[in-house]
């Protein structure tokens, strides 16, 4: 079945600096796939989310890009602010996203320098 | 954003008790999920429910979990009996129909089997 992973356990950054978080996926076939954000004791926060018919998506201080052919996808965070430590999770969508399921990445903790 | 409510936050129950988590999904949803996280680990996706049918369950879905939602109430996941190795926080989402939509996460259900 399809394997999310997230290269990063940890990442700590400067505030104001960029932080690049990235993931690879397995199955050709997905097609969607957002990242959320998860704050300590707190539930998943929707944060972004790109559709393989595009292979950028920005949002404010968010990017992601998606390179299908390598099978990854990256958020890029820039202008670094202390409310941006969280864990962060890619997720990707196996096959048909009708059915709903997300396959999750192992998460990484952001955390922000002052 | 939408906010998907769960009750109770946390459940200590005995080994061989039944447990029901209830969730309260966005008004206007039709597509609703459980997942289950334990601690320090990856969201793993346990089953998505769709006009009262199962549309999709993992291995992790055992036999005796069931989820229903019945006459547009809570959506609830079920477990009877419980085992040690339930212990997780699980985390209900939901979603509008039609494929390729967000899912917002409730704030999970924390439960301890002793």
């Known amino acids: 079945g399809e394997k999310v992973e997230q290269h990063e356990s940890t990442l700590s950054v400067r505030e104001g600096d960029s932080a690049v978080i990235n993931c690879t996926y397995t199955?050709?076939?997905?097609?969607?796939f957002p990242w959320y954000k998860q704050e300590a004791g707190k539930s998943l926060h929707f944060v972004i989310d790109?559709?393989?018919?595009?292979d950028r998506k920005q949002s404010q201080r968010l990017t992601v890009l998606l390179d299908k052919k390598a099978k990854r996808f990256s958020l890029h965070i820039t202008a670094t602010q202390p409310e941006d430590s969280a864990i962060y999770f890619c997720?990707?969508?196996?096959?048909?996203?009708?059915?709903?399921?997300?396959?999750f990445g192992q998460g990484t903790k952001l955390s922000i320098k002052p | 954003g939408p906010k998907v409510l769960q009750i109770p936050s946390h459940q200590i129950i005995d080994m061989g008790q039944m447990v029901t988590l209830n969730c309260d999904p966005v008004?206007?949803?039709?597509?609703f999920y459980w997942y289950k996280q334990i601690l320090g680990q990856q969201m793993e996706f346990l089953v998505n429910?769709?006009?009262?049918?199962?549309?999709?369950k993992s291995k992790l879905f055992k036999d005796q979990f069931s989820v229903e939602r019945p006459d547009g109430s809570y959506f609830t996941l079920k477990i009877q009996p419980t085992a040690l190795e339930d212990s997780a926080v699980y985390f209900c989402?939901?979603?509008?129909?039609?494929?390729?939509?967000?899912?917002?996460f409730g704030p999970g259900t924390r439960l301890l089997v002793l």
């Open positions: 008004s206007n949803h039709l597509y």
């Open positions: 429910f769709y006009n009262g049918k199962v549309m999709e």
């Open positions: 199955d050709t076939a997905s097609s969607y």
């Open positions: 989402a939901s979603s509008l129909p039609g494929g390729k939509d967000t899912q917002y």
């Open positions: 997720a990707a969508s196996p096959q048909n996203y009708n059915q709903g399921k997300l396959i």
């Open positions: 790109i559709r393989s018919n595009v």
